[in-house]
Each structure stands twice: as structure tokens, then as C-alpha cells.
């Protein structure tokens, strides 16, 4: 197995029961990624870009072949090692952005410190730089439900970002935002992708992200159509 | 603890639902507390009452006396022993002497029962010291309850019949010079006190009793041949084995107020977890084990029964107090159920009866909380975190 890949996919199937037989959503993956990419999958709907990006965040298992993460095969991790991966490496957005509907911003983004177990000064400190990053400083008491969504995807980022892990799952993060929140939203991830060189993997069909990214990944009908390296990072 | 953290700010969070659910449950305890304090404050009221007006100590019986069996009342009189003789006299024990007679309230024949008890003794709170009243009628002593159910008054004077040692039937007029007021039915209701002397005389039995009663402040009990030596537990039997029914007919009625709470509280977390998979699924993607969601899920639940403690502090405490100050006032007529009650019952509380409750409640609401967290662990993070499953 190749250590020195961040993430190194094998041969790759996931298949899903429905009904009586089974549908193939991802059939025959080889895909390896080095640290500090920036990189999407890309294709139409029901193509199995999340299915993959689920399998790479070890929410779900491969069917077969083998996905190694951090040096950790995906597959045969149990619940709790699982857990404690993503926990310590990585981080996820959603396009329905997920924050906890009772807790403030602030403590939303102090979450995935608190799981880990960090002391209460060094966490503010992290929890008031995540803000920083995300330009909420101003909001931190308020409530999700109170925030505009691009407001919420960016305490959604934030709370990736805060405990600087080595990798950022997006699935759709610009979704159900408006063009200006998207370019916002995908800037402020750029920088820190560039900065911190935190590994970023998006699952998209929006132009808006597909311009950002360094590298895409089409898929179609679970498999991998092409891999193209994108050299300049245009309109920023 | 995380779990306590994360359950306390979601419950804040939740706002309404919680409190409402904390009230239910801060009433069940407060509710639970105060009927057993009353059923405990009651049987307290109770013993005391009945040892000091009944039982004393402790009582001797005549071999043959059985207070249930009116007949036994013929043989169950002997001569006073010494050891007894002597403990009397020491102001120990009190010799009471027993036999069946007959009243004739407005013409009716109405049974009751004759005790023979010393004017002097100072064993059991009956005022016997007025039976040393100077009249040309035998005086006698009776009990409110006898008082009304015969139509007495204080000064009255009444025919009474007996039947002495012999078989042979005599009558005479008594007048009563005093009627007491006393919480304990049996000391009262059918029952007439007579100078000890007098009803030996009377009984042509000089020198005998059916019993003794053992004062409060002696631990006297050594076997005397002819004699029976009854406990105070023995004595108590039955008032306790009724305390023991209330408590258990108490607890039918909290425990429906318990499965209310329960209720309440199983199908907020039901609810929770179907409307929450979406933050379930988020807790999991951010590296929550399953172990610790089902923990955080199940502390928020029994966290309503902590929270309730502390709410029901508030107003419990004061309701308590008040009561335990105050007393409650039993409905009238209760006295006629032959029970020992008191008009004013104080409510006791005791360091036990309030941590089993909270222990109690907070037990139920953990496992009732479980119950529904536990099927988080068979959730599939990928369809929670969309919240799609339904
Ligand atoms: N749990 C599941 N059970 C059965 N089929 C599934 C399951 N999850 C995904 N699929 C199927 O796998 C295929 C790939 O799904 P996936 O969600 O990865 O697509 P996608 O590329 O993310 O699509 P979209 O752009 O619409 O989000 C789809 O045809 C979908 O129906
Ligand atoms: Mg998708």
C-alpha cells in the first residue's frame, strides 16, 4: 500500500441492495490524493460523487476493494475507530449545513474541540480563530436560525476548519447558496486550503466550485471518466 | 462530562418542551413526598397516640384474654401476681379489669365493655383520677364517641347491667363524670371506665385483672406463669400492617402520575430522535461514537428528573414546610372509621423517603430514556445526516 498518498483508492465497488438484487453505485475506483489538494468530483446526479465522498469520510463502507485513509483501511475499521477518524482528521460540510439548531454559533464551531477533549483557553482561542477565518466574530451568540445560509455555511466551515483537520469533506457546500455567497464561501476555503494546507474534497455539479478546483474528478454511472489537473485558478 | 454539557445545553435549548416535562415530574416527586410524608406523619401520630392511651409499653394478658373474643372476658381474670402487685405499686404497670355490660341508650340495649382501671395510675392517658369524683352513682368515665353514640352527657346519669363471676345479671346507675377526647377509636368507642375496685366488687372478683399495661417508660417484659407478655410490635400489628395498605394504595395512585411523567417523557425522546437524525447524523459525522450519542441522548432525558429536583425545590420545598407547619385537616367523620386519625395530621419527612423518591424517579426516567436512545445505534450515518429516514 502506498503510505505516502494521503488517501489511496483501490478498485473500488459499492453496491447497494434494492429490493431484490443489488445497484452498483461505484464500480472499479483507483484514485489517490496527496495533502493540501483542492479537488472535486464532479457529474450528474445519482453518479455516485457522494457515495464516494461518504466511503472516503468513512460514514459508509466500501463493498470491495480497499480505501485507506491516514494509513487507516476504511473498511475494516469499526464504529468507534471510525469515529475517532473523523474526529481527529476530518471535517464535513453539507449543503443543509448541519449546524446544531440550539446551540449559538459559537458553540457550534467549539463542538468538534469539545469531542476531543481540548483545555477551555486553548479552545476559545481556536473557536475565535475559526471566526476570524469566517469573518463571523460579530454573530458568535446568535442562534443558526437567526443567520442567512451563507452565514450558516460559513459556521459550517468554521466548525471544519477549527480543529485544523487533514481533511475537509464538502458535499454540495454552495448548493442552496446565491452566486456571491458561493465565490465567499469557496475563496474563504481556498485561502485556507492555502494556508493551513488542509486537504480539500469537494462532491459538485456547480460551475461556481468546479472554477475553484485544481483538480476534477468526472464520474459517471459510479465510475471515473476522466482526472484532469487544473493549472490556473481563475477569476479569484 | 461531555454528555452533561452537550444534554444540558441541548434541554436549555429545547426550552418549553423541557420545562414542561420538568414540571410534570418535579409534581410527581413533590406529590409522592408529601402523600407518604402525610401516611408516615400519620402512623407516627398514631403509635404515639396509641401508646399513650392503649398500649403502653407493652401489656400482660391473662392466659385465657382475647380482645376479639367477648365471651373469653369470663374466664380470663386472675389474681394479681406479685411481681406484678409489686410493679404496680411502683407506678410501673396498671391493673385493668374486664367484663362485658349493657347500656340502655333511649330505651335500646346497647353491649359494651366495662374496664375496671386504678383512679390513681398514671400509665395510660385515660383521666382516671376523675372516677375519684364523690357521687351517690357509681362515676364513670367515657370517650366522646361513646358519649354520642349513647346520647351522654357530662353529669348524665344511666342505668347499667353486668353479669358477675357467679352468672348472676345485677344492675346500677352510673354517672358520668367526665368525656374525653382521644384520637384512638378502641380506647373509646364502646368502652367505660370504672374504678378497679368498684368493677371487682361489682364482678365479685376482688384482687383480679384481665391485664396489664406496661408504662412508656419501662422496658418490663420478664414471663410471668399465667400471664402473656405482649410487645408493642405485637400490640401494633395491625395499625402497621394498615400503614403498609396505604402506602401501597398511595403508591397505585403516584405510580399512575409516574407513568404520566414516563409517558411524557418516552415520547419526547421518540420524537427527539425521529426529528433530530439530521443532528444524530451530524454527531456522528463529526466523530461522535454511536456509544457516546445513545450516552448524550439518555443523560438528556434523565436530566429532566435532575432538573425537576431542583425546580420542584422551589416550590416544593415551601409547599412542604407549609404542610409539615400547618398540618392537614382530615375530612369529618374520618374518626369514625375506627382507625386511630388524628383531626390535624403533621406530615413527617424523612432524609430516606425524599433520596428513594429521586433515586426512584431518576432510575425510571433513565431507563424510559434509554429505551428510544438505544435505536440510535442502528441508525445509518449517511441517511441520517440528509435526515431522510422516516
Ligand atoms: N442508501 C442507498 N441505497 C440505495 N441506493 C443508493 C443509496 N445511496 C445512494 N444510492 C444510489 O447510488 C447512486 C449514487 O448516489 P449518490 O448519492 O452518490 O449520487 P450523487 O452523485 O451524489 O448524486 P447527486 O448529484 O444527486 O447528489 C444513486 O443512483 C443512488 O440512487
Ligand atoms: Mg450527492
Redesign the pocket.
Known amino acids: 500500500m502506498e503510505q505516502n498518498f494521503l488517501i489511496t483508492i483501490n478498485n473500488l465497488v ?1 453496491n ?3 429490493g431484490g438484487g443489488e ?1 452498483t ?2 464500480n472499479g475506483i483507483n484514485l489517490t490524493f496527496n495533502t493540501g489538494e483542492f479537488v472535486g ?1 464532479v ?12 466511503i472516503i469520510g468513512s460514514l459508509d463502507t466500501p463493498s470491495e476493494g480497499s480505501v485507506n485513509v491516514l494509513g487507516r483501511e476504511v473498511g475494516k475499521l469499526n464504529t468507534k475507530k471510525a469515529a475517532i477518524l473523523r474526529r481527529q482528521h476530518l471535517g464535513f460540510i453539507f449543503q443543509t449545513y448541519n449546524l446544531l439548531p440550539v446551540y449559538s454559533v459559537y458553540e457550534n464551531v467549539e463542538f468538534p474541540l469539545l469531542l476531543l477533549k481540548m483545555n477551555a483557553s486553548e479552545r476559545k482561542k481556536a473557536v475565535m480563530d475559526a471566526l476570524v477565518w469566517v469573518g463571523l466574530t460579530d454573530k458568535i451568540k446568535s442562534r443558526p436560525a437567526q443567520l442567512s445560509g451563507g452565514e450558516c455555511q460559513r459556521v459550517a466551515v468554521a466548525r471544519a476548519m477549527v480543529k485544523k483537520p487533514k481533511i475537509v469533506l464538502a ?2 457546500p454552495t448548493a442552496n447558496l446565491d452566486a456571491a455567497n458561493s465565490h465567499n464561501i469557496l475563496k474563504m476555503m481556498l485561502k485556507l486550503n492555502e494556508e493551513l494546507k488542509t486537504t480539500f474534497i469537494f ?1 459538485t ?1 456547480d460551475d461556481k466550485v468546479i472554477k475553484y478546483l485544481k483538480r476534477k474528478i468526472s ?1 459517471e454511472d ?1 465510475k471515473v471518466i476522466q482526472d484532469e489537473i487544473i493549472k490556473t485558478n481563475k477569476e479569484k | 462530562m461531555l454528555a452533561i454539557k452537550l444534554a444540558y445545553r441541548n434541554l436549555i435549548g429545547a426550552g418549553l418542551r423541557t420545562w414542561l416535562n420538568v414540571f410534570v415530574l418535579s409534581f410527581t416527586y413533590i406529590l409522592i413526598i408529601w402523600q407518604y410524608g402525610v401516611i408516615d406523619g400519620w402512623n407516627y401520630q398514631a403509635k404515639f397516640d396509641m401508646q399513650a392511651w392503649e398500649f403502653g409499653n407493652g401489656q400482660y394478658w391473662q392466659r385465657n384474654y382475647d380482645p376479639y373474643d367477648y365471651f373469653s372476658f369470663e374466664e380470663s381474670h386472675a389474681a394479681i401476681p406479685e411481681l406484678l402487685q409489686k410493679a404496680t405499686s411502683e407506678g410501673i404497670v396498671t391493673p385493668i379489669l374486664i367484663s362485658q355490660g349493657t347500656i340502655y341508650p333511649d330505651g335500646r340495649l346497647q353491649s359494651m365493655i366495662l374496664r375496671g382501671i386504678s383512679p390513681n395510675q398514671k400509665v395510660i392517658a385515660i383521666p382516671s383520677a376523675e372516677l375519684n369524683t364523690k357521687s351517690e352513682e357509681i362515676p364513670v368515665v367515657i370517650g366522646r364517641r361513646m358519649a354520642n353514640s349513647c346520647k351522654l352527657k357530662q353529669g348524665d346519669i344511666t342505668t347499667i347491667r353486668w353479669r358477675d363471676a357467679n352468672g348472676t345479671f345485677d344492675a346500677k346507675e352510673v354517672k358520668v363524670v367526665k368525656i374525653f377526647n382521644c384520637d384512638v377509636p378502641s380506647v373509646d368507642a364502646g368502652q367505660m371506665y370504672i374504678s378497679l375496685e368498684k368493677l371487682q366488687e361489682m364482678m365479685q372478683t376482688p384482687g383480679e385483672a384481665t391485664m396489664f399495661v406496661v408504662g412508656e417508660n419501662s422496658a418490663m417484659k420478664d414471663s410471668i406463669s399465667g400471664w402473656k407478655y405482649k410487645s408493642i410490635d405485637f400490640l401494633m400489628k395491625d395499625m402497621t400492617e394498615l400503614i403498609k395498605m396505604k402506602k401501597v394504595g398511595g403508591s397505585i395512585f403516584y405510580f399512575i402520575l409516574l407513568l404520566l411523567a414516563m409517558l411524557a417523557i418516552f415520547d419526547t425522546q421518540v420524537l427527539s430522535i425521529f426529528r433530530r437524525q439530521k443532528e444524530i447524523g451530524t454527531y456522528i459525522a463529526m466523530g461522535m461514537t454511536r456509544k457516546q450519542v445513545v450516552g448524550l441522548f439518555t443523560v438528556e432525558g434523565a436530566m429532566h428528573a435532575i432538573l425537576a429536583v431542583i425546580v420542584g425545590a422551589v416550590y416544593g420545598v415551601p409547599f412542604l414546610l407549609w404542610q409539615m407547619k400547618i398540618g392537614m385537616t382530615m375530612p369529618a367523620g374520618s374518626d369514625d372509621m375506627g382507625i386511630p386519625i388524628a383531626k390535624t395530621i403533621f406530615p413527617v419527612y424523612g432524609a430516606g423517603l425524599v433520596i428513594s423518591t429521586i433515586l426512584l424517579v431518576l432510575i425510571i426516567t433513565t431507563i424510559v430514556s434509554y429505551m428510544p436512545a438505544h435505536k440510535i445505534s442502528k441508525m ?1 450515518p ?2 441520517a445526516i440528509k435526515g431522510k429516514i422516516q
Open positions: 459499492k447497494f441492495p434494492i445497484f453505485a461505484l468530483f457529474g450528474p446526479s445519482g453518479s455516485g460523487k457522494t457515495t464516494l465522498l461518504n458535499d454540495e462532491a455539479h464520474l459510479g | 445509518n449517511t441517511d
